[in-house]
């Protein structure tokens, strides 16, 4: 661990930034000269010169992009694979955590909120690595953590990171695996009741009523039978049933009767609708179903997976005036923030 954190210290973090855009093309814009970036295949272009990379002249960048434009710190590195650029922003640690926390927090939190939210995202870069087999350690969805430059970085998200310096959430002296989420809808869920085979003694459900503010705490909405069946990639479906709920109120399995008689975990049966039909059909898998005429009503509560960290939660206890370490001792139970 420590090892890592020194390597980490000395290298920066790696992002690969704008990976969803699929930039073709895009202006690299380093102290006042503009470089036009293009990818054709698998060759890079700079101002219709090939070459194999571009690497920007020193620390600090903007890129612009159709009508779109966005500043970094650190450098960046770009080649070409399959007619896309790939950007990879090297910058400093604490650079990108005032950045992540700014675009992860809910708008206007009390710095008490910010600070345990960099907490878990400085813990997350040295525990949650999903790019082993690529040339960066994150990217910049929420898939890792979201990340936008310095779109996002604040006096307050600055203020965060430098009282927060060296700081992990670890348990039994080991850093913790992290997971958060948005909105709890009133009580966190265990990992188990989303991701079976995921168990910490910490990612357990808590009761959470400091999120009741959040626009995501209890939500309902209608999908029709058609909506569902194409989405399943059935032909019809005339019924849906909740088998078993967890005691965090998460559906575990449910059933769905139409030309197929099928059960999907609730979580894998989220992932589906949401992907196939919009992040706002069903919020969570906390959540009941009846049926309506053609239609399904799903009335729920929260947004995301429930797991850990609830960031209107948070909120809400900062607003009270409880701090950073009191806030993460809530979502993870047993644990504790020391400083590397
Ligand atoms: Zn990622």
């Given at each position: 661990m420590l090892s890592i954190k020194l390597i980490m210290m000395i290298v920066g973090v790696n992002v690969n930034i704008l990976?969803?855009?699929?930039?073709?093309e895009a202006a690299v814009i380093v102290d006042g000269h503009k470089d036009i970036l293009k990818a054709r295949r698998s060759n890079l272009y700079v101002n219709e010169k090939s070459s194999e990379r571009y690497r920007s002249p020193s620390e600090g960048f903007s890129i612009e992009w159709k009508d779109k434009s966005r500043s970094y710190e650190g450098s960046l590195e770009v080649w070409a694979e399959d007619g896309e650029l790939i950007l990879v922003n090297k910058v400093e640690e604490d650079a990108y955590l005032a950045s992540v926390v700014g675009a992860e927090?809910?708008?206007?939190?009390?710095l008490e909120a910010l600070k345990a939210q960099v907490v878990l995202c400085r813990t997350f870069i040295y525990t949650?690595?999903?790019?082993?087999?690529?040339?960066?350690?994150?990217?910049?969805l929420t898939h890792c953590q979201s990340y936008r430059g310095l779109e996002t970085v604040t006096a307050a998200t600055g203020k965060a990171v430098a009282e927060t310096e060296g700081m992990f959430l670890t348990y039994h002296g080991e850093p913790c695996k992290i997971y958060y989420h948005s909105?709890?809808?009133g009580r966190t869920a265990d990992a188990r009741s989303i991701w079976p085979d995921e168990y910490a003694p910490y990612l357990r459900s808590v009761p959470d009523h400091?999120?009741?503010?959040?626009?995501?705490?209890s939500w309902r909405y209608t999908l029709t039978s058609s909506q569902i069946a194409q989405a399943l990639d059935i032909?019809?479906?005339s019924d849906i049933e909740v088998v078993e709920s967890a005691p965090d109120n998460r559906v575990i399995e449910i059933r769905i009767r139409g030309s197929e008689s099928v059960i999907y975990l609730g979580w894998q049966f989220r992932m589906i609708m949401t992907r196939k039909l919009g992040?706002?059909?069903?919020?969570?898998?906390?959540f009941e179903v009846h049926k309506d005429g053609e239609g399904f009503i799903f009335t729920g509560h929260g947004?995301?997976?429930?797991?850990?960290?609830?960031q209107w939660g948070a909120a809400g206890m900062a607003d009270d005036g409880a701090g950073f370490k009191e806030i993460l001792a809530h979502y993870y139970p047993g644990t504790e923030v020391k400083r590397w």
């Open positions: 990976s969803s855009h699929h930039l073709e927090m809910v708008p206007g939190a009390e949650g690595c999903r790019h082993q087999d690529e040339p960066w350690d994150l990217c910049d909105t709890s809808g400091y999120c009741s503010a959040s626009p995501h705490y032909t019809h479906v992040w706002g059909t069903l919020k969570s898998s906390w947004l995301g997976h429930g797991v850990g960290f609830s």
